[in-house]
């Protein structure tokens, strides 16, 4: 198997960005990355690219702005699996190269949520059930019921939902979601690519925001944001080859999925039970792990980057994806395990909580984590050492994960 | 690098207005094509679909499907794009030595939303888009003309590329627009849509679906008596627009080069037994053919009018009757390699003798921006 | 930066939107018409998975784990349990908007009630559904608590017909 390395990372400048428009904020972040990895755009190729194009209302906007991030001529590829849209890119970059087809490979993923004309950019979110909900008004829906269902999907979607799921399940309380929300937006305060920041915030300061629906408040609530996130692959040769001196080893990597909760096609009923199961996650983490030959992930793995638009998933996937015990992982954080100094760090730059561009998101938590493990993360680099670190993005109809394993050796060494 | 193989498809009948659902449409293709390969759900290790979030309506298209395409905690991802491309991403899972067997399924009920009103929302939205006449079609017909002029083709040659490309379809059970008598005259007196493109010189969006099963070399021999082999891949991707030499298919040209290369074909008019190119207007099979280096520059229609492209030809294209016989848009490039693993099998009905060697095309894109090769071969 | 070399504060700004009113999506024939169909007699229907013994709630066409399609309908019990809930905070004017219009405006939701969500299993089944749950003060609901679903006083085989879930016993806390 071919051993793959990230040479280099790019993130443009997250937020609301009214003066770039889409194919300015990609380029922003490919040609950070190219700088980066200190090698030409020549030297590229293939590429992986991705986004959810409901959100920024380009129908494959890649191909409109292929010159701008020097993809003419070259092989390029797309996904677009929601959520996970950013995970799913850099899976596709890293497949690429392990593939042997290609020895360098760019992999960039975006969103560009101020291009629709409503706040928080609904118009892609409502498009996920539009089609089920018109079915649903043919087959007899009230305007009540509409309204009702309306009530939890403008808080936060499935997601609130979830977060009760999860609470009902592990026995934690929202004092302990006002804490992780806090860390979040703490640490985004150290990070200069970061939305929401709040130096100093305290669990208070989120338990004064209003209450959106128990048990989600405002201060839950990820922002919409705009960005780019961008990493470029090698193979074991082609590092040696362009004399990249600082790289990340991808050691392995999984993505499966679970059924979609909540409904299926046209309101058909699932088989999910407890949308805060997350088979696919715990899965995908066994299968990453083993592929990287990780036995004691809690004990191997130094740090991760987990993607939690809302506090709840970070304390519900840590324990997914092994690092605590089924139901325990608030108490870890009352301890403080996962703040940036902590034993075990999570999310150290602010997580998808405190910026959430959809496409860019899963990307940008394999920036972070190789960011870290290169050492290059600036004011927000743990102190700790850390040699393996895992990327992890969630999404579709809290079905969807996956899960990158990367460290300071490849896997083997 | 690993060798993979195609060992099972499926193909769902190409119609308007299909009585089935997305759902039901994927959950067929992708139990059809693992019977033909003789596996259960349990032997996949993942699933790759191909779907775009326009053309279905809903953001995050796959996200209902995971059940119906067998992908249910199965290593997954989506392709947004022809369903050649997933076929690709699942070939390079196992190339990569990761997995074994793969899924790639692909879906597109154009009755659901009329794929060229999409193609508007392709346009880059600063200027083009604001300009009401541009869309799939006026472009292709951009395009055609650039290509006219450039070769000496006229609108005679494109609507012989018509008659047939209908004609072969007229045996193919799963075509949707099949014509056996048809015409050059028919062709050039149909509805014109944009001069020089009439009806039946674009490809009519249909509702369909495809899967096919890809294998490593071990898996193959495992499950499959005859399997076919992928041995070259190219893709290009080429650059917007007004970037591009609109009357050339530069990507094309480079993704064949670069799967030539891989497959060691050298002379492709005399190595490749059979081509299936994906032709969504007529002119691009001229421009395809080009592009492929079956004739030199400019030389496209000599090829039509020596009769070199029919199935007893020298060269043939599109026996199956190629897009213009019928394009689900995400699902069109995924048959075109089916039928080239059908010709290889020698399964097909408008069968090409002695066929060992197969060359797919799928393209993507406002005017084919987007295109990817597959060489397929009965040995490695 | 490689590209951008002037720096403007705001991009120019063209508008155009995504036709969504133009899609006809397909939903299976005959599974969910008769789900909604039983509603007028207060029954619920639900798809059963002969391979794995799955009752699905909505019916479903398709179970995900066997592969298999479910052809079998299944009667389940009308009485379940609470997996999870939200409540919503008192409504007032302005906070519920949906597709431009003002839920609490227009009538659709009560000023000053408030809505508790609960994801609810029927006994029998392998689904869980989000739906009102009725009849009770929000301190009093429990995760786990029994619930009954409540009709409509008329029904008439639609999808309004199942208002929502409420205690099947009388609660008692302190």
Redesign the interface.
Known sequence: ??RVAIIGCGQSKHGRR????QA?LV??AV??A??DANIGPEDIE??AV?N????G????PD??????IA????????????GTVGG?TA??GY??V????YDVVLAVSWEKHTDS?EPGAT???L??A??NL???M???????????????G?AAGIS??QA??Y??RSGCRIEHFDMVAAKARRNAAKNKYAHLKWPNCTPEDIAKT???????RFGHVCPASDGASCVIYANEDAVRRLGVKEVAWVKG????????A??????????????SDQ??AI?SAK?AYE?AGIKDPRKEIDMAEIYAPFPHQELMFSERLGFFDDGTAWKAVEEGVTEIDGDFPICPSGGVNTTNAIGSSGMQRVVEAALQIMGKAEDHQVPKDVRNAVAHAW???V??NTVMVLGDRPKGW | MKRVAIIGYAVSRLEWDAEKTREEAVFEVAREAMRSAGIEREDLGTAISASTDFLDGRTISNCMLIGASGAYLKDESKAEEDGMYAALYAAQRIMSGVHDVALAVSHTHSWIFNPHQVTQYMLEPWFDRQNELLNEITLAALQARLYMSRSGADEEHLAEVCVKNLRNAAKNPAAFRKMADVTVEEVLESRLYSSPLTELMIAPPCDGAAAVILASEEAAKEFCDDPVWIRGIGNACDRYLRDRDLGRLDSLRIAAERAYRMAGIEEPFRQIDVAEVTERFAHQEFMAYEALGFCREGMGKVLIEEGMTEVYGEIPVNPSGGALSGDPVCATGMIRLIEAVRQIRGETENQVEECRTALAHAQWGLCAQKNLVFILGDRL | MGLIKEKFDKTMQVEGEWNIGAYRWKAPEGYLDEYVRNFKERKIIGTLCTSCGRAYVPPREICARCFTETTEKVEVSQYGEVLAFLVSPPLEKGKVVIAGIDAVQAGFLKEGERIILAMVRFEGTASSMVLPLINIEPEKVRVGMKVKAVWAEECQGKLADLVGVEPAFEVKYE
Not at chain 1, 52 to 55: A, T
């Open positions: 198997m071919r009214t003066d770039v428009n300015e380029a922003e040609w950070a190219i700088e293939a590429y991705g959810m194009q409901g959100f209302g380009i129908c494959q191909l409109v702005f292929a010159d701008y993809a003419g001529g070259k092989a390029m590829q797309r996904v677009a699996t929601g799913s899976h596709l497949y690429e392990a593939s042997g087809m004309a118009t892609g979110l498009h996920v539009f089609a018109s079915y649903m043919k087959i007899g829906m009230d305007m009540r019921s509409f309204a009702i269902m309306g009530l939890a403008a609130a939902y009760a799921f609470m009902a209003e209450m959106l629906i128990w048990p989600m990597v999984a993505a499966y999925a679970d059924e979609e909540d409904q299926g096609e046209s309101y058909q009923g699932t088989a999910v039970v407890d949308y088979t696919g899965l299968k592929r999404g579709g109809q079905q969807f």
